[in-house]
Antibody, heavy 126, light 105 residues
Framework: EDHLVESGGGLVQPGGSLRLSCAAS????????MIWVRQAPGKGLEWVSA???????YYADSVKGRFTISRHNTENTLYLQMNSLGPEDTAVYYC????????????????????WGQGTLVTVSS | DIQMTQSPSTLSASVGDRVTITCRAS??????LAWYQQKPGKAPKVLIS???SLESGVPARFSGSGSGTEFTLTISSLQPDDFATYYC????????FGQGTKVEF
């Protein structure tokens, strides 16, 4: 059975750093599209950073230059290094696995998110 | 960036009602649209992908339709477990979610 377990959230002061982890089981993170999505308290969903199986990484404009996505293959874990945090980064951070449309042996199109972790709360406050 | 607009923001309904939620994209996204259900304190769960493809294990009372810029999620007969917030999401170009529709009693 597949599992995703996030950890590393907590209270951090503005300007501080935090590293989130997303431990996977049941599948290999390095062979899948993976993404971080966040949800500010009482708000909607916002993609933060994504990494394709080939290693290409993408960032939302709101975090570009401050956040770094990575993965550790032997630990089967996805990471999100977050620097220069501000109050606007306060949110529950979810990691999720991507899936895409397949017909026969062909898969194409972009990824939607078919499996999510339970989330970890990051609070940026003095 | 592609913007996604859902309506209504809140929907009051009763068990057994037919419920329809609309999602509009700021530009054509073909049929690269997914619908998610989220309950309080829980992660979102995908219901539908590629506009109308029901995910495995999702009850058949959920259906999706649309292409281009206009999409709908329909719940044919609302069940007690369906009271939740629903999000549409485009994945034609990066990823954008709608602001959500809360289905309440």
């Amino acid at each position: 059975e597949d599992h995703l377990v996030e950890s590393g959230g907590g209270l951090v002061q503005p300007g501080g750093s935090l590293r989130l982890s997303c431990a996977a089981s049941g599948f290999n993170v390095d062979s899948k599209f993976m993404i971080w999505v966040r949800q500010a308290p009482g708000k909607g969903l916002e993609w933060v950073s994504a990494i394709y199986s080939g290693g290409s990484a993408y960032y939302a404009d709101s975090v570009k230059g401050r956040f770094t996505i990575s993965r550790h293959n032997t630990e089967n874990t996805l990471y999100l290094q977050m620097n220069s945090l501000g109050p606007e980064d306060t949110a529950v951070y979810y990691c999720a696995r991507g899936s895409r449309y397949c017909s026969g042996n062909w898969c194409y199109g972009e990824y939607y998110f078919d499996f999510w972790g339970q989330g970890t709360l990051v609070t940026v406050s003095s | 960036d592609i913007q996604m607009t859902q309506s209504p923001s809140t929907l009051s309904a009763s068990v057994g009602d037919r419920v329809t939620i609309t999602c509009r994209a700021s530009q054509s996204i073909s049929d690269w649209l997914a619908w998610y259900q989220q309950k309080p304190g829980k992660a979102p769960k995908v219901l539908i992908s590629k506009s109308s493809s029901l995910e495995s294990g999702v009850p058949a009372r959920f259906s999706g339709s649309g292409s281009g810029t206009e999409f709908t999620l329909t719940i044919s007969s609302l069940q007690p477990d369906d009271f939740a917030t629903y999000y549409c999401q485009q994945y034609n170009s990066y990823w954008t979610f709608g602001q959500g529709t809360k289905v309440e009693f």
